[in-house]
């Protein structure tokens, strides 16, 4: 009896073989999950979920980079509700505007870098990508400068899903569906030191990768380059943190060639890495942020992008209508529960215990994994984190990418109560910000004994036979 919520009464067989009939899931292979039947998640309670079984899982991944506040937070659920009742919906198109989309434009702004004043709201984070891929745009042509066009990007980076998300994004699987990226996308590689930064410091490869954007830009032409496109740190792409080089790097480059310079915080924005904004950590003044996610702690669909004041004074005050905007876009509802995270976040300081506190511990336990025979090494920043799996400590060889190590310990991971992820052999974690120092000697503790059991696993298969 581990679940508060033992009361639930679901025949999980039943609820399997309804989802295999009629919910096609994202990012999955629908015939493989019918025959292995999908985890039925019920209930979640500040840092655990319970699945349909009664199995307490500690959700290392706060949902999908999102449940900041951690689950059960009755304050959302009764603004949610607080709303609907007043008024549950009305658009922001035809000079209409509603009070919780104002109220939380301004308490965005409030916790936003200095010069940002302007917010676009969006359902989600693709649709905070495709806003800014189309008022970038829109920027340069009502600058006289219609041929400054190009977006450039990074391999591996996550934009997305939709097709101007998944264009930005460098997911070569995703591009291979669909004859992705769309024209006037451009990938340079990702600042990862542990794959490209042989043979030089970590100071020196955040220079070098940076320069990357450079040759691309000349090679480009810099009056077709409109802006360059990045993660603070890659989440979806491995927890990749560049160098602390890295950022100031692009951002001299971007000015030189007068390209914006746009930082997609869907996973960052709103607190992950101990700052309001991931740009704040990594030292570099955006033009736009995307953000989604946190905004909301993923209670309700909500994301949009912070307009700087560079674009919003062109667009607002010689653009004009901006032929662009959802249904959605600044639902009452959604804004009203986003309000109340902000001011959950305020209240429980949640960011500056980030800083100062939980983070730096975080930091310490998870980083000391790196003494684990399979790992390589593993990097935090703020209460994000990974690790990357070897084969061999000694030399840093990693396992061939068909063996799919990555996924061996994440079933242990998963069959422990401990949700991680798999990113190629990279595991990843982000914790919700509410996790305590005692959960997380918890958390680490599942983790190495989840560990140990995939060492002994692969052993076993005969996988570590030549490794030191
Ligand atoms: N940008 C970034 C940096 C993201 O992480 C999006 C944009 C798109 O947001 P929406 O709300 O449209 O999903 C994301 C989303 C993963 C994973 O595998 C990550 C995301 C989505 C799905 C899976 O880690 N991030």
Redesign the pocket.
């Known amino acids: 009896m581990n679940s508060p919520r033992d009361s639930i009464a679901v025949d999980t067989k039943s609820v399997q073989a309804l989802d295999s009939a009629h919910y096609i899931h994202a990012?999955t292979d629908t015939k493989a999950l019918a025959t292995q039947g999908a985890r039925v998640i019920v209930k979640g309670e500040g840092i655990y979920i319970w699945d349909s079984e009664g199995k307490k899982i500690l959700d290392g991944m706060s949902g999908?980079?999102c449940v900041n506040v951690g689950y059960g937070r009755k304050e959302l659920s009764r603004a949610a509700v607080a709303q609907m009742d007043v008024l549950p919906y009305y658009n922001s198109f035809f000079n209409t505007t509603n009070l919780p989309a104002v109220n939380l434009a301004k308490a965005i702004v409030d916790v936003a870098p200095d010069g940002f004043n302007h917010v676009f709201f969006t359902g989600?984070?693709?649709?905070g990508?495709d806003t800014i891929f189309r008022m970038v745009r829109r920027f340069w042509d009502v600058k006289g400068q219609p041929q400054k066009k190009t977006f450039i990007a990074r391999h591996n980076a996550?934009?997305?899903?939709t097709v101007c998300?998944a264009s930005l994004g460098g997911m070569s699987y995703m591009h291979e569906q669909g004859d992705l990226p769309i024209p006037g996308i451009a990938h340079i590689q990702q600042p990862y030191y542990f794959e490209h930064g042989q043979g030089l410091s970590e100071d020196e490869f955040g220079l070098k990768a940076a320069s990357w954007l450079e040759e691309k830009i000349l090679e480009l032409g810099a009056d077709k380059v409109a802006a360059f496109i990045g993660?603070p740190v890659q989440?979806?792409g491995g927890v990749i943190i560049p160098p602390r080089t890295y950022w100031p790097e692009i951002q001299r480059i971007c000015a030189k060639y007068d390209v914006l310079l746009v930082s997609?915080e869907?996973?960052c924005g709103f607190g992950r890495l101990g700052t309001w904004f991931g740009c704040q950590t990594l030292g570099y003044q955006p033009d736009l942020i995307?953000f989604?996610?946190g905004v909301s702690s993923g209670y309700i669909p909500l994301?949009g992008v912070l307009v700087g004041d560079r674009v919003a004074n062109v667009l607002i005050e010689q653009g004009g209508d901006f032929n662009h905007g959802f249904t959605y876009s600044g639902h009452p509802v959604a804004c009203a529960v986003a309000l109340e995270n902000i001011a959950i976040l305020q209240r429980e300081n949640l960011v500056e215990r980030i800083r100062t506190d939980i983070g730096p511990y975080f930091k310490q336990q998870f980083e000391a994994l790196t003494d684990h025979p399979l790992v390589g090494v593993a990097n935090a920043c703020g209460l994000m984190a990974g690790l990357v799996l070897v084969k061999n400590k000694a030399t840093l060889e990693m396992f061939a990418a068909d063996k799919g190590v990555g996924m061996v310990c994440r079933g242990h991971l998963f069959g422990n109560g401990m949700i991680m992820?798999a990113v190629g052999d990279r595991l990843i974690i982000a914790p919700p910000f509410v996790i305590t120092r005692g959960q997380i000697d918890e958390m680490m503790g599942l983790i190495r004994s989840c560990l140990d059991a995939a060492h002994a696993d692969i052993k076993g298969r005969g996988w570590l036979q030549h490794s030191a």
């Not at 989600?124 to 649709?127: A, D, I, T």
């Open positions: 990012f999908l980079w989600s984070g693709s649709e990508n996550y934009h997305g899903s998300g993660e989440g979806a997609d869907v996973i995307t989604a996610k994301g992820r």
